[in-house]
């Protein structure tokens, strides 16, 4: 098979040519160019310090960490504290439980008298119990006058 | 002036740290417009082939140094310029991925408007069937149509065994008859 006979069969009447075009005086300043562009990628770079090499590293966790601390306070201030909130709003449960009257200050403090006159009565109460368990003691256990005067 | 030197003389020079940019200078003078050529046949555009034909030489700088010569110069050449164009249209792919049309598409609806497109009618036509095909068989095509290479050079250059590069080549030229015919 011919090749070459083949070939122009099927594309015959085509120009050899692309058609393709360049600037003018595209050629004349190439090599310039090229050379320029030669030289300057195969400089030596400048001996770089640890910082800043790690640089844009630094600079993304400084970021982060601002960004954190930008959330965290507004969160703080925005957002209000949850238990305190609780403890307001069971209070408020508390006192709308209670019918609203204009208590007086006299009737506060007589409770409160009446409360502590209970508790004193209570300990009263308890400590003579107490003394009738011990007087059944050393009367079962033949004490002596003496001793009972003593502890009474 | 670059003429005045085989490849192995300027890579010699290039070798040499006091003929250094001298040596670089007579390459760029003398492969500067095969490469730019080469590498706007597969990028199409200009500006894109400017890029690309900076940094293949950019590359060839750094790594003439090192180059073992189990080559010819600008065999070594059009592969660097092959693979940093076939790169950037990887890259240039890849930005279209989840566009509606691709990037070959959107050079081939160019090209009628481009400033540095001179072609005729069929021309245009032409290249919008070369940019139908895959880019290693564009590449191919352009070679062997355009340049008119041998098949031994392209398989050096290309890494793939000339029969392939004869089945890809006769391949392109039917999907080129077929698309000039259809349109």
Redesign the interface.
Known sequence: MNENFDIENSLKGLKKETGFSTPDGYFDNLAHKIQARCIEETRVPEKTSLIQILKPQLAFISMITIFGLLTFSVYKLVIPNYSIKENISSIELNIEDFDYIDIEEEIIVDALISESDTSQLKEQEQEEEISDELLHYFIENHADFTTLLEYY | MSNQYSDKELIEMFKKAESQ?FA??LI??KY??RM??HI??IV?C?EDTDDV??NT??KV??GLNNFREDSQLYTWLYRIATNEALTFLKRKKTRYLFSISDYENQLSNSLKSDP?????K???K??KAILSLPNKQRVVFNMK??DNMKYDEMSEILDTSVGAL?AS??HA??K??KY?LDN
């Open positions: 940019n670089f200078n760029l003078q500067q417009e730019y050529w706007r046949k199409v200009h034909l900076q030489f950019v700088w750094k540095f497109f001179d072609g005729d069929l021309q245009l032409l290249q149509y355009f004869k080549y006769h030229v039917k080129i008859e000039i």
